[in-house]
């Protein structure tokens, strides 16, 4: 599979006030990143996970410590699916 290098420059100071090192804020870069976009349903479960360099399940439970569902229902898909749900057990 083909992949990029993407530049990211940050100043030092930055560094400094997270008492990281570069390597471990380009990880967290990485998962912060495959969360969001996750959350914003730019990328799957999978290719979240493959960005975070993280088995799904390991990603699964980050998630669960962002507070971030893997469901990712919008209010009113919820709210149909909650109603049909209803009417089928109604029978």
């Known amino acids: 599979m ?6 990211l420059t940050i100043t030092e100071d930055i560094l400094m ?7 471990q804020f380009k990880k967290d870069i990485k998962r912060y990143a ?3 976009f996750f959350e914003d349903g730019k990328l799957s479960l999978g290719k ?11 990603f699964i439970k980050l998630l669960s410590s962002h507070n ?5 229902y919008l209010p009113n898909e919820l709210r149909s699916d909650l109603v049909s749900l209803r ?3 109604k029978k």
């Open 17 to 23: 006030a997270l008492n990281e090192s570069q390597e």
């Open 87 to 89: 009417k089928v057990l």
């Open 34 to 36: 495959a969360i969001k």
């Open 68 to 72: 971030v569902s893997v469901y990712n």
């Open 2 to 7: 083909l992949a990029r290098n993407i530049d």
């Open 48 to 58: 979240a996970a493959k960005l975070a360099e993280m088995k799904k399940t390991d």
